[in-house]
């Protein structure tokens, strides 16, 4: 298997708070990484430093190296927009563009980065929405407000969005954290689904989530990198003594 | 002694005492709205739209010049004052976390307090003194006072925008100017065409600036280095002069400005309408 991040001695700080520190480790391409760990402790921030979302928060800041095919996105002059377009996110509340249907909701990061062909427009409305496993649901109402959906189909709207520019890497924020167990069930059965072609890194406070839908699974506490490996290995076999305690359900 | 009854008296009095308030407040205006409508109604006929300002002595006439020349004004001082304001306020909702943007909000009070005749003064220092009494200056003018009401209006629309739709955005690889002007900008559309709509009544009725910048004109439009007339100088001037016929004709422009302020903010109020 190929590496897609290669993340070297990254910090970030909010301010003076240091919330992540000296993070090392590496993500598998076409792979389903969970990052798990109490509240607060950086695992938000940690995959919103994976495609530069973390420094544009007021007051901001980071250290260290992501090596993303080879390259590392903090060097200078690396363009955060480019790197934006190849790592796609999805985020905790589902956020569908308020004033725009459903179409121009996922055809929103093409026509805005200059996509005018309608017929290259409509193909990858239709792909994204189908990978999304929202086609059947709304094939004759693209036209209908975004908002006008359920929780669960505006988070699949949002994930549609995120593919539709045809991303290599998806992260997702606690993608089901306000969703119900049917719509959270389908955003599973979809993660499994794109992990064929994408590599996905999903922040999750459900444990039984990381479990089933993971294939690697890393532990943050107080912003360090306790343990990381092979989801059943870490579930099953935990090295460390704090992993152990957060997955019985010691603390946390 | 019984309190339940001093509370029961208490209470009426209150009661009383806000009414009688709430009648003292209005009493005023709808006894200047009944003289205004009454009396201007009647002077109000196809001539008076469509004739200009009559000379001393002629009878009739009307006031199309001066609703031109309101039109005009109000026109070119939003060409003005429209996209500084809306780019000021985009600035400090966008980018409000530097330094320079609490100067720029602070300024934006200070100017919105700065009385209009003094506005109208410097407007006058700065364009009539080189190109003479004119409509650009009278626009000038009112552009300055509507730049403050737009970018407020402006920064506290695209404020209500939640930040979560601007990172969807950014997500997805859209620079963050494209953002602003796409995504934020439409989801605040209403609510900014809105604070632009009562900047427009504002600058409507305002006399004094375009007194001192521009002047009175009894004539249509002649250029842009020219005066042009105005409904609320029609007002001040007709009203103080000895003639019946143009005192009539105050009241018709006093009732020609109150219908354009008021259908205005009906427009305002419209656009608002469902947006929560």
């Known amino acids: 298997m190929a590496v897609k991040f290669d993340v070297q001695n990254l910090n970030a700080w909010f301010g003076s708070k240091h919330v992540l520190k000296n993070i090392n480790m590496k993500i598998e391409e076409n792979a389903v990484t969970a990052i798990i760990g109490p509240s607060g402790c950086g695992k938000t921030t940690f995959i919103r430093c994976l495609n530069r979302m973390h420094e544009i928060t007021p007051g901001a800041r980071v250290s260290g190296k992501v090596i993303f095919n080879g390259v590392n996105i903090y060097d200078n002059g690396v363009d955060p927009v480019i790197i934006r377009r190849k790592i796609g996110m999805v985020f905790q509340k589902p956020n569908p563009f308020p004033m725009m249907s459903i179409y121009d909701n996922v055809a929103a990061g093409l026509k805005l980065n200059g996509v005018r062909d309608k017929k290259i427009l409509d193909a990858a409305v239709r792909r994204s929405l189908e990978l999304a496993n929202l086609w059947d649901e709304v094939k004759d109402d693209l036209k209908k407000s975004g908002a006008s959906l359920s929780g669960g189909q505006q988070q699949r709207l949002c994930i549609a969005r995120a593919l539709a520019v045809q991303p290599e890497v998806l992260l997702m924020d606690e993608p089901c954290s306000a969703l119900d167990p049917i719509a959270t069930a389908k955003i599973e059965a979809l993660i499994r689904k794109l992990a064929e072609n994408y590599t996905v890194v999903i922040v999750t406070h459900n444990m039984q989530q990381a479990a089933r839908v993971s294939d690697y699974t890393a532990f943050l506490y107080l912003g360090e990198l306790i343990e990381y490996g092979p989801t059943e290995q870490i579930f099953e076999n935990p090295k460390h003594e704090l992993t152990e305690r957060y997955l019985t359900g010691k603390f946390g | ?68 020349g309101t039109l005009i004004t109000i026109g070119l001082a939003s060409l003005i004052g429209v996209p500084i304001g809306l780019m000021s ?5 966008e980018y ?27 407007a006058y220092t700065l ?46 690889g859209i620079p963050r100017w494209k953002t602003t002007i796409t995504v934020v900008l439409s989801g605040a559309k209403k609510a900014i065409v809105t604070g632009i709509l009562l900047s427009i009544a504002r600058i409507a009725g305002e006399s004094a600036p375009v007194l001192v910048s521009m002047g009175f004109w009894r004539w249509w439009f002649a250029g842009l280095n020219r005066p042009v007339a105005n409904l609320a100088l029609n007002i001040f001037i007709f009203a103080m002069s000895p003639f019946e016929n143009w005192i009539t004709l105050a009241w018709g422009s006093a009732l020609v400005l109150i219908l354009l302020v008021l259908g205005i903010s009906i427009a305002a109020r419209v656009l608002t309408k469902g947006r929560y």
Not at chain 2, 89 to 93: D, Q
Not at chain 2, 145 to 150: A, D, G, R
Not at chain 2, 154 to 159: H, N, Q
Request: aromatic content about 10%; overall charge positive.
């Open chain 2, 1 to 68: 002694m019984d309190y339940y009854k001093v509370r029961v008296v208490k209470n009426h009095l209150v009661q009383f005492l806000v009414y009688l308030a709430l009648f003292s407040a209005l009493v005023p205006l709808f006894s200047m709205l009944y003289e205004v409508v009454a009396r201007g109604f009647s002077t109000i006929n196809i001539e008076f739209f469509i004739k200009p300002t009559p000379t001393v002595g002629e009878i009739g006439g009307g006031v199309a010049n001066a609703i031109q």
């Open chain 2, 89 to 93: 306020g985009i600035f400090l909702s």
């Open chain 2, 96 to 122: 409000g976390e530097l330094k320079l943007s609490a100067a720029v909000r602070f300024l934006h009070d200070v100017l919105n307090g700065v009385p209009s005749i003094v506005i109208g003064v410097f």
């Open chain 2, 127 to 172: 364009i009539t003194r080189s190109i003479g009494f004119s409509v650009t200056a009278a626009a000038f003018a009112l552009a300055i006072i509507m730049i403050p009401i737009v970018t407020r209006a402006t920064e506290e629309a695209l404020k209500l925008v939640p930040m979560s739709i601007r990172e969807a955005a950014i997500a997805l």
